[in-house]
């Protein structure tokens, strides 16, 4: 094995050198798995590496980069139903769909994503709580498992594998074709809202009293606002047009009307901007920038305005390169989901205790969520809250202890966790959010399909390695029990 490289968290917080393959064919997916049942060696999947955390790093192993993978291979224009490889990204998905009137139903923050890592974190999007995560939308999916077996699964074939797949960190196989249903749409264009938000409970009450008219909705939060103004922020709420509230729909589906500015105001080019964004990564001047945006939000309460389809769903791409203003350490994502009887006081909790240790996050977003049928879900009836925290040398520690402590005001709120933003999560509190028997399900599905554990990540290690090695002892020892001598 001489391809060793680096491969790096997105968040830039962590990194290990793997043995990297990237194969362009099934034949050739398989050619690595043989090899890894050949010498022992872990495997680990990993599409374009957008998880903030470790969830596609397999550190001093094998990792399969699969972007090579990335053909479109059926696409029916009347139906909307697309087969693609697990390589194909969502930006090569919408600018193949679009022009014929269609649109992925869900899609992330990003554009830049796979469709197999979309798939092996279940991710979801702004429109959550009406149109389920991105498993949710597949009719069918074709996976290769450790043991060179394929498998073919619907919802109604062998729907258990179905829903542990789909979500299953890519640690029970490797999905080689994925049947999607796409969503109709007429104009290129989306009706936007802007509100401005005075505290978290108003942030929630005015999402729960907007979700029945608008398609998605997403807040932005300020989180240095303290006081009786804590979770502050602005609610974008936004619905797609149809052909006679859009003049000109053909040319708004158009690809050079979707494609991002290159730059702001027509002056200065977006690629260089995280440099001016540098000087404020610190908690005072970060405080600084929420607080301009929170008065410009103000400002702007009530605005209704139209916006390019990749410019709401995609905003993480606004600001190419944005994430190098936390160099050099990076960044990590702290994203809780809680039902929503009880999400404002966890999120207010959440804000303060940040606050209180000097830590507080640079960036918030809420959304609204539905429950959902996955093996490993983060979904719930209610709200997430999502934090980037930035990491220095003096506060890893601190961050570290603090995502601990965040999670059991979580868990004490009955809430959950997303593992394609994770990168602190505890076994325990794994155990907390999933319970047992989906843990349990999840360990002898892993033995069944994959019997020699040769599908890894450093994910997988960190959080679930521990919990089968205690219930394999926990196994062993109530063996003994049961036929020791009386």
Request: charged residues 20%; neutral net charge.
């Amino acid at each position: 094995m001489e391809n060793l490289e680096r491969a790096e968290a997105w968040g830039q917080a962590s990194s290990g050198m793997a043995y990297v393959f990237r194969p362009s064919t099934p034949s050739g997916l398989q050619a690595v798995f043989e090899l890894a049942r050949d010498t022992g060696v872990p495997i680990g999947l990993r599409g374009a590496g957008r998880s903030y955390g470790d969830a596609a790093m397999n550190s001093e192993r094998i990792l399969v980069d699969l972007e090579r993978m990335n053909r479109i291979l059926a696409w029916d224009p009347a139906s909307g139903i697309v087969e693609v490889e697990p390589g194909v990204t969502i930006e090569q998905l919408w600018r193949y769909v679009l022009g014929d009137g269609w649109w992925p139903p869900v899609v992330p923050g990003t554009m830049f994503p796979t469709v197999g890592g979309c798939l092996a974190m279940n991710v979801h999007g702004k429109n959550n709580w009406r149109e389920g995560t991105f498993g949710k939308h597949v009719l069918e999916f074709e996976a290769l498992l450790p043991t060179g077996e394929y498998v073919v699964c619907t919802p109604e074939r062998d729907p258990e594998l179905f829903h542990a797949m789909i979500g299953g960190l890519g640690v029970l196989g490797c999905f080689t074709r994925i049947k999607l249903q796409l969503k109709r749409v007429h104009s290129g264009q989306l009706d936007v809202l802007a509100l401005s938000i005075p505290n978290m409970d108003a942030m929630l009450e005015d999402m729960e009293s907007l979700r029945d008219d608008w398609e998605y909705l997403v807040g932005w939060v300020d989180c240095f606002a303290g006081g009786r103004g804590v979770g502050r922020g602005q609610i974008h709420a936004a619905n797609h047009l149809d052909n006679l509230a859009d003049p000109s729909p053909t040319q708004s589906l158009r690809l050079d009307h979707q494609d991002l500015p290159d730059t702001f105001f027509g002056l200065v080019p977006k690629s260089i901007l995280w440099r001016f964004l540098k000087p404020f990564a610190n908690n005072l001047g970060w405080k600084l920038v929420c607080l301009a945006r929170y008065l410009m939000a103000k400002r702007g309460h009530g605005h209704r305005f139209k916006q390019s389809l990749a410019e709401f769903n995609f905003l993480l791409d606004y600001v190419p390169h944005w994430k190098r203003a936390y160099w050099p350490l990076g960044l990590i994502q702290y994203q809780c989901f809680v039902p929503k009887a009880e999400a404002s006081e966890a999120f207010v909790q959440i804000l303060r205790l940040c606050q209180a240790r000097g830590l507080p996050s640079y960036l918030g977003v809420t959304k609204r969520h539905r429950p959902d049928d996955f093996l490993l879900s983060h979904a719930v009836d209610g709200y997430s809250l999502a934090l980037d925290f930035r990491v220095t040398r003096r506060n890893r520690q601190r961050l570290l202890a603090l995502a601990h402590d965040l999670d059991e005001i979580v868990l004490a709120h009955s809430g959950r966790f997303y593992f394609a933003k994770d990168s602190t999560l505890a076994p325990e509190s794994a155990v907390g959010y999933l319970g047992a028997e989906s843990i349990q399900s999840l360990f002898a599905l892993k033995a069944r399909l994959d019997p020699d554990n040769l599908l890894q990540t450093d994910l997988w290690r960190r959080v679930f390695e521990p919990l089968s090695i205690r219930e394999k002892f926990h196994n062993r020892a109530e063996s003994q029990t049961l036929h020791s001598p009386s």
